[in-house]
């Protein structure tokens, strides 16, 4: 059974930090690139960035320079570690493994985590 659980969302003042955290099991993880993704009220989810299988980063423009994506493969659990976070980071944060080979893609998404940036 495929799980994915992230932890470590929170309210946070401006200017502030957080690490999330999401946990997988029942998939090979390290053949997964693992993505965070975000949606705020209102809006359609987002991407906020990406490490895949190699290790290899991407970030959406609004988080480069605050935000840092991090795997352990040991752990089979991707990390976000948010800096100088700001009102508009707010937002539901997912974690996401995918997968694409040549006739199937495997696709795979968390609970969801709060993340509240507030003074």
């Known amino acids: 059974q495929v799980q994915l659980v992230e932890l470590g969302g929170d309210l946070v003042q401006p200017g502030g930090s957080l690490r999330l955290s999401c946990a997988a099991s029942?998939?090979?993880?390290?053949?997964?690139?693992m993505s965070w993704y975000r949606q705020a009220p209102g809006k359609e989810r987002e991407l906020v960035a990406t490490?895949?299988?190699?290790?290899?980063?991407n970030y959406a423009d609004s988080v480069k320079g605050r935000f840092t994506i991090s795997r352990d493969n040991a752990k089979n659990t991707v990390y976000l570690q948010m800096n100088s976070l700001k009102f508009e980071d707010t937002a539901v944060y997912y974690c996401?493994?995918?997968?694409?080979?040549?006739?199937?893609?495997?696709?795979?998404w968390g609970q969801g985590t709060q993340v509240t940036v507030s003074s």
């Open positions: 029942g998939f090979t993880f390290s053949n997964y690139a």
């Open positions: 490490i895949t299988s190699g290790g290899s980063t």
């Open positions: 996401n493994a995918l997968r694409e080979l040549a006739f199937r893609t495997y696709n795979y």
